[in-house]
């Protein structure tokens, strides 16, 4: 157990380094002078070459490349995530900011979609291939192909413009979360259908199960003891996939909706050029993914131990 | 599994039986014949060139899983001709047809189109159509019924007398290895632990597990003691 | 006390794969129902099954491999306190105990999942479960095609040693005469759904009536066969 966590934590720090070098190697050669760009977001005006030249150095900028990268990675290692370098002040706390608007819409989209997707799984797999089932194939169908900026525009025509139940931008009180969550929810509903609805389908036709039903185990037994973990096995595994689905997703709904959140804060930092918030955002949000699959990882573990012996 | 310096040989025209428990190491040495394992050490070879060179045909456990499902039968029959850029020969396509009861029509159906004893003895046809000097038979019965094996087994019997392939069969069968083998091989963890004449064995076994495995046989009814 | 069912039948896919049947077995017999694959074998020991259950006799299966019998993600202990359940006996640790030590799976752990175990192990842990309520009936569906011979040979012995001093009747199914005439003394012979021949296990192999009778007296056993 403990070589089991030890390799998944090693994993994880190769997979944490590989995003951090990424990043900064892609907003290292982006066309520009990125002293230049810090001068006019943080004057506003045309601004001499010598302060230029003071900017790239307080920026660490002028050391080349791995000097730059090593000087915001080691912070980094102990919880840094450096300065803004428009207004100089930390990004941590603005960080955690975005991520009070963000994370609780992520959580309830994830909410409604299980809530729509589980009772939709269970009536379509009842008798599959009948009226149900293929109306249910066809909704998640139909949800994973629209886009949620089209989604959103209709929801807030409908709820907000015509009717007036809800309402359509900001984050003011908690009501607001209301649209947001279902725009982003019926999208992660559309493929949890079709995973759970296939996982279903696929624990039931498990070859075991006639000798349990003629052993005389109850039907809703053989369901609940040797169904449902048979079938929770690829939903399990597509929560994580599903993270990045929520993270991506919540931050254009954010932008639709004009929430307050991870995605007006990136799209502010790079319209300002402001580096070292580009990059707390992807760090952060590559040990949010990180840090989520490897508990999916142990919890697949404890579902069917096999996976672990397998890897071993 | 592994296998524990393994050393056997096989005339040509002559029949080699492999027999052990499951995880003895039987499927690692065809593998290792056919060269989709590498020896760690040892040397594979057929009239002193590598034996991979000869290119020998394989018949594998399961009939109807060892063809392409998307394609007819006939083109996985000539497969190995054309591996070879060879043509295929009417005559002799229909020669092996006749040999292993084929209808020609078979072969123009899927494989999950034909029974599972259909199936084994178009392996069989796919097997010997681009006349190797050996052929491997991985448990080449276990998935047919009682009668059926025996009919398969007489058919390749035949087709080795006339064609005169030497055949290397494992199977955990000792009845099918005591009719259909010159000499039998035990095979026990990784090792051989008795190589005898087939007749020689079955009358008594030199090891005391060879023993175990001739009283298994006995007692599912596989071979009957000489009344 | 005599199993009695009648007119047991069987359609699949439209088609009828068993015609209806009558059976009649008695308390401690042994039986073997053998035909060619594709029979009606398994179909009528399945519809015995659930009509004996149906009826609320105690009747017990064992499908062909423990795969067919045990969930992967349950541990045994799970499995075994389940099955106890399902035919409403409390667990009885001494029964338990004397099934395993007459079947040799007193060893296992019954934290294991499935997997944890040999294969052979897996198998008389099934039959275990099976004898959990002292059936009147055990019905197993070629026991011994999963398991190599070895393993199989000692399971059948096993189980034949703990059977003999009740009066549990057992049902055999088997495409292996062979394997079927070592171990019951009366046979029962299935053909295209139909049972065609019915008759002491002596009596039928010198005197088989039907045609598919004599094939499976002609191959029953290897000897007969030297390729």
Known sequence: MTGLVVGLILRAGVVLTGAALATFALLWHAPGDPALAIALARFDTVVPAAVIDQLRAEAGLDGGFWQAFLAWVAPLLVGDFGQSSVTGRDVWPDLVRAMSYTLPLALAGLLVGLIISLPLALVATRRPGGWLDRCAVGVAALGASIPAYWLGLLLIMLFAVRLGWLPATGARTPVHIVLPAVTLGLGVAASFTRILRSGILDARAQPFLPAFRRRGVACRDIARAHVAPHAAIPVVTVFGLELAFLLEGAVMVETIFARPGLGSFLVGAIEARDFPKVQAVVVFSALLFVTFNMIIDLIYRAIDPRIGEHNA | ?227 | MTIRATGLSGIRAGRIILHPTDLEIRASERVGLVGPSGSGKSTLGHALVDRLRQQGRGVSHVPQSPDEGLDPLRSMAFHWREAARAIGVLPDPAQQQALFSALGISGGNMRDRPWGWSRGMQQRFVIAMALIGRPELLVMDEPTSALDPVVAADTMDLLEGYLATRSTALLLITHDLGLAARRVARLMVMDQGRIIEDAATAHFLTAPETHVGKMLCGHRNWRAFPC
């Open chain 2, 1 to 227: 599994m592994t296998l524990d310096t393994v050393s056997l040989s096989l005339a040509p025209g002559r029949t080699l039986a492999v027999v052990g428990q499951s995880g003895a190491g039987k499927s690692t040495l065809i593998n290792a014949i056919l060269g989709l394992v590498r020896c760690s050490a040892g040397e594979i070879t057929w009239q002193n060139a590598p034996l991979c060179r000869c290119r020998p045909a394989v018949v594998l456990q399961e009939p109807r899983s060892a063809f392409n499902p998307r394609l007819s039968l006939r083109r996985s029959v000539m497969e190995p001709l054309a591996a070879r850029r060879r043509t295929a020969d009417p005559a002799r396509l229909e020669k092996l047809c006749d040999g292993l009861e084929i209808a020609p029509a078979l072969l123009e159906r899927r494989p999950a189109q034909v029974s599972v004893g259909q199936a084994q003895r178009i392996g069989i046809l796919r097997a010997l159509i681009a006349q190797p000097p050996l052929v491997l038979f991985d448990e080449p019965l276990s998935a047919l019924d009682a009668i059926a094996q025996k009919q398969t087994a007489r058919l390749i019997a035949d087709l080795q007398r006339e064609e005169g392939f030497a055949a290397l069969i494992v199977t955990h069968d000792l009845g099918y290895a005591a009719a259909c083998s010159d000499d039998i091989a035990v095979l026990r963890a990784g090792r051989i632990e008795e190589l005898s004449r087939t007749e020689a064995f079955v009358a008594a076994p030199e090891t005391a597990y060879g023993r175990t495995l001739r009283n298994a046989a006995f007692a599912l009814g596989a071979l009957e003691h000489a009344a």
